[in-house]
Each structure stands twice: as structure tokens, then as C-alpha cells.
């Protein structure tokens, strides 16, 4: 088996969410930081492996992809034999990828951009991610008030890409204190074996 490269920013949500995935996988990986501060991502050396200039990307052999959905799809293709992390029916398929478009939507103009808000002091509608937030939130609470994950009974890629922008959303400003099925579901995410945390910062007064 390779050593996968995930290149990556230690604070970037996206970057931890393949880290986990390789982590609960247990397929071998290196990390390389990518200095987004200084614009390495915008470098042509970069450039060359995602010409759209963001992390994460991977290398495993010759397959260089970009996109952390993407690369949690192709991780569960080539990795996990049980095919329970991304299941092959088509309507269990089709609900984890309800859950991937919301990370990609939801969870990315709300909770993430919150956290950008307050961790880089960006000049985006910080009220908005808020609102967002908590639309998103009420309705993924209701949605985990059976006890267990955002699919079913069994973890899948939807809570690995789900995860980190929810747990981490304090550090935007936003409580999850009313969302206590979100917590309970943090808590069954962060039990599974090898989960791996991303590093925290200070919760956003």
C-alpha cells in the first residue's frame, strides 16, 4: 500500500476531514502544510497539482486529486473492502450524498464561514453564516434523534465529511448548546477507532 500525501492546513476543516477518513481507514499517510497565510496555494508549484488553488489534495501513486469530498469518495472506492462507508445500494449511496452536498453547501457558507469570519477576520456577512448555521443545525438535530449516524446505524462518509465544521463551530461564535442530538452524534463520531481531532482554537465570543 502507498503512503498517501495529503497536502493540507492544519486549521482547514476540509484538509481534516480526509485526515480522519485515513485515520478510521487506517491506510499510511504523511501530511505536507501548505502556508495559505503567505499564498502557497497560489503558487504555480501548487498550481500543478489543483489548478484551483485549494487544499486538500492528495497523491496516492500516480492519482493526484483535489476536492475533499471527491477524495472521500475515492478513498472509500479504493479502500474500504466492506463497502460500509460509502454503500453501494443506491438509495443508502444517495443519502450519504444528500449529506455531501450539504457539506459542500450548508455547512460551508454557515458554520465555515463563521469560523473564517472570526479566526482570519475576513470581510464576509458573518450574520448570514449565522443564520445559516442555525437553519442547518435545527434541521440535522431533528435528523440525528434516533440514536446513531446522519445515514443509519453505521458511520459512512457523510459524518466524516459533516464532522469537523460542526464540532468546530464554537470557534465561530456559534453554540451548539441547543442542538443536543448534534452533540451526542460529535460524541459517537469522536469514539469511533482512530479518530484523529483537528486542532482547536479559542470558541468565538
Given at each position: ?82 463497502g460500509t462507508w460509502y454503500p453501494r445500494e443506491p438509495l443508502a449511496a444517495a443519502r450519504v450524498q444528500q449529506w455531501l452536498s450539504v457539506a459542500a453547501g450548508q455547512l460551508a457558507s454557515g458554520p465555515m464561514v463563521a469560523r473564517v469570519v ?88
Amino acid at each position: 500500500m502507498n503512503e498517501i500525501v495529503v497536502y493540507r492546513h492544519p486549521l482547514s476543516g476540509h484538509s481534516h476531514r480526509v485526515e480522519l477518513f485515513l485515520s478510521l481507514l487506517e491506510v499510511p499517510f504523511r501530511t505536507v502544510d501548505v502556508d495559505l497565510r503567505a499564498g502557497e496555494q497560489k503558487q504555480p508549484a501548487f498550481l500543478r497539482l489543483n489548478p484551483f488553488g485549494q487544499v486538500p489534495v492528495i497523491q496516492d501513486g500516480d492519482v493526484t486529486l483535489a476536492d475533499s469530498n471527491a477524495i472521500l469518495v475515492y478513498l472509500a472506492g479504493r479502500y474500504d473492502r466492506a463497502g460500509t462507508w460509502y454503500p453501494r445500494e443506491p438509495l443508502a449511496a444517495a443519502r450519504v450524498q444528500q449529506w455531501l452536498s450539504v457539506a459542500a453547501g450548508q455547512l460551508a457558507s454557515g458554520p465555515m464561514v463563521a469560523r473564517v469570519v472570526k479566526l482570519l477576520n475576513l470581510p464576509l456577512d458573518y450574520q448570514r453564516a449565522v443564520a445559516i448555521s442555525e437553519q442547518l443545525f435545527g434541521l440535522m438535530d431533528g435528523a440525528l434523534a434516533e440514536p446513531g449516524f446522519l445515514t443509519g446505524p453505521q458511520p459512512t462518509i457523510a459524518d466524516v465529511a459533516m464532522y469537523t465544521y460542526t464540532a468546530h463551530a464554537p470557534e465561530g461564535g456559534i453554540s451548539l448548546d441547543p442542538y443536543p442530538n448534534i452533540r451526542a452524534w460529535i460524541s459517537r463520531v469522536e469514539a469511533l477507532p482512530k479518530f484523529v481531532p483537528m486542532q482547536r482554537v479559542p470558541a468565538a465570543g
